[in-house]
């Protein structure tokens, strides 16, 4: 098992792939966790390697003391870890380590803890490929002509299936954001000529209302998805006359 603790960046998915390629499980991990959540998942989830970066590396550090991880790898390359870019120079695999994708566990997400410790959900690849095939015919017809941000968590399964891997799966351009903020959520919408928005109900009241909004040509967007918690269908009917992109409300 590896554990990936780290913001959304492009080499997320490199390291993702690279695991379940191996035959192995990732357990994405929540980066703003303190070290005993941390600490928590790593012994639950039995993780041998932990890859970070440098701004939660003494939180890894900490975290990792008396779980089962052996070695340290970092995106940035931090000096007393393996960068990343080390591993892309080894020998390549030439094709999938043998899975049943019935049965072998591709990725351990943990739940929020609303019913006490976090909990382990055990994903098979068959799942996230049915899940893939799910949401396809729930009408999220992402091609290679389109575009969008991906500011929801891949840690977290909405991020991690509906974005990166429907993105990666159908060609689509995905634009990472460690972080939001909406000027820079906009600027790109704007430059990248974004189709699609992935976002929860305050980015949707945000781009409904905020006056800024009004700054920026917004007209290549398509459809606004929101998801991960309900959303009122007054503020979904404002935000799509203002912005012309159809408001659509996930459910599940």
Known sequence: VLGILAPNIPEYAVMFHAAAFCGGAATTINPTYTATEVHHQLTDSKAKF???????LD?????AEGT???EF?????????????????????????PIDPATDI???????GTTGPSKGVMLSHRNLVANLEQTLGGGITLGDDDAFIAVLPFFHIYGMQVLMNLGLRNGAKIITMPRFDLVQF????????????????????????????????????????SGAAPLGGEI????????GATVVQGYG
């Open 50 to 56: 932990l890859v970070t970066i440098e701004m939660f």
């Open 59 to 63: 939180v890894a550090r900490e975290a």
């Open 68 to 70: 089962d991880v052996e």
């Open 73 to 97: 790898f970092t995106f940035d390359g931090v000096e007393g870890t393996t960068p990343v870019m080390d591993l892309l120079a080894g020998p390549r695999l030439e094709e999938q380590v």
């Open 106 to 112: 591709v990725v351990l997400p943990y739940s929020s």
């Open 186 to 225: 906009l600027e790109i919408n704007q430059n990248e000529n974004c189709t699609w928005a992935f976002v929860a109900p305050p980015i949707v009241l945000a781009l409904a209302q905020h006056p800024i909004v009004d700054n920026y040509d917004l007209t290549k967007l398509e459809r606004i998805f």
């Open 236 to 243: 979904a009917d404002m935000a799509t006359e203002r912005i």
